[in-house]
């Protein structure tokens, strides 16, 4: 495949991301605290997580792995966070969650499944086909900034994830108010944290995959936080009002 038509093919994908994001705004995917019977087979949440967050690793190296030997360093260091950041989602994230007893549609597991083959495929292939990274692109202003977001989204996504997880003793299955840290000023700093960890991530790569995958995760994440938003202050006449959804002073 040529890069001219890699790069249709990419501008396809992000197109459907930006039509995703209006979607959303309107209808809630049915999982976690939206969950609903109505669209069809529902599988065990943990295992759903594991499967569809997994499926982007081995996606993404079965591009990677056989050619790994004629990457350059920085294109090894961009397939670690890529990868790091996945672990923790599929190997450690889903065994943490309390959520006992929750399922999740089966058909919003696969359609997160088709996400992560179409992305994970999409870094992969440009990595090892279509990247010229030397090693003087770690002293770019782009890769230095970018690694500074990447690793300060991740830290927030983690920190937030621990407190939401907290918040429920293990026996427990409902919701509670978060408190603490970001969470004094947006409703849903875990989403926060993970848009500018891969805003941070399509800076320090500077390639379309990455910056289509930031698309991706923000029509996603944006709509779904605003929904999260609505349903603390709907569920909690309490709720404090100076909170915004998603971006600190904005959103």
């Given at each position: ?8 093919l ?5 197109g459907f991301?930006i ?12 999982f ?9 087979p ?31 360093f ?7 966070l890529?990868?790091?950041h996945?672990?923790?989602r599929?190997?450690i ?23 992560n083959i ?9 990595l090892t ?16 900034l970018?690694a500074?977001?990447?690793f ?10 621990n407190?939401?997880?907290?918040l429920?003793?293990?026996i ?44 991706w995760?923000?029509a996603?994440l944006l ?29």
């Open positions: 495949m040529n890069y001219s038509l890699y790069s249709s990419l501008f396809i994908w992000i991301g039509a995703t994001f209006f979607l959303l705004l309107k209808v809630t995917a049915p976690g605290r939206y969950a609903s019977t109505h669209w069809g529902v599988i065990d949440n943990r295992i759903a997580w594991f499967v569809m967050e997994a499926t982007v690793l081995v996606t993404f190296w079965y591009f990677v792995f056989p050619l790994a030997k004629n990457l350059s920085p294109a090894l260091i961009i397939s670690f890529f990868t790091l996945y672990i923790n599929a190997f994230f889903p065994f943490r969650i309390r959520t006992k007893k929750k399922k999740m549609p089966v058909v919003i597991m696969f359609s997160a499944i088709l996400f179409v992305n994970g495929s999409a870094l992969g292939y440009f086909h279509f990247s010229s990274y030397t090693n003087e692109w770690l002293n770019d202003w782009r890769f230095i970018g500074i977001l990447f300060s989204g991740m830290i927030i996504n983690w920190r937030a994830d407190t939401l997880i907290h429920r003793k293990k427990e299955t409902g919701y509670q108010i978060p408190y603490g840290e970001l969470f004094g000023l947006i409703s849903c700093p875990n989403h926060f944290g993970e848009i500018a960890e891969w805003f941070g991530f399509a800076l320090l790569s500077w390639c379309l995959p990455a910056a289509a995958f930031f698309i995760t923000s996603n709509p779904r936080s605003l929904a999260h938003h609505r349903w603390y202050k709907q569920h909690f006449p309490d709720y404090p009002s100076n909170r915004k959804a998603v971006i600190p002073f904005f959103m």
